[in-house]
């Protein structure tokens, strides 16, 4: 069930930011690990983000030069998160460089 409202949710918050929701293509994406829980909006962020790389809104050949941490609200702001440290420290970690 929660996937689907994810679906609606980011639908909404990409119209409300004013940009383009590509409703005349069929868009399918699979968040894995299954064991991975997928009980809140954490997840919208980076649908939105590859909605966009997808559609052709963004150049998705820069994507691997950033890591983004956030929650995505209703009307397409950014909502801070917690443990952004330590995602900042992992993301050192996994090679991504502060910018």
Known sequence: MEVREARERVRCAI???GFNFPSSQLITIHLAPD???????????P???GIFAASGQIDSSTLKEYACAGEL???GDLRSVHGA???VLGAQKAGHQHK
Do not use: V
Not at 36 to 45: I, T
């Open 47 to 49: 649908i939105a983000i």
């Open 85 to 87: 440290l330590a995602m």
């Open 73 to 75: 609200s209703l009307s």
């Open 15 to 17: 119209q409300n930011a």
């Open 35 to 45: 064991n991975l829980h997928k009980d809140s909006g954490r997840f919208d962020l």
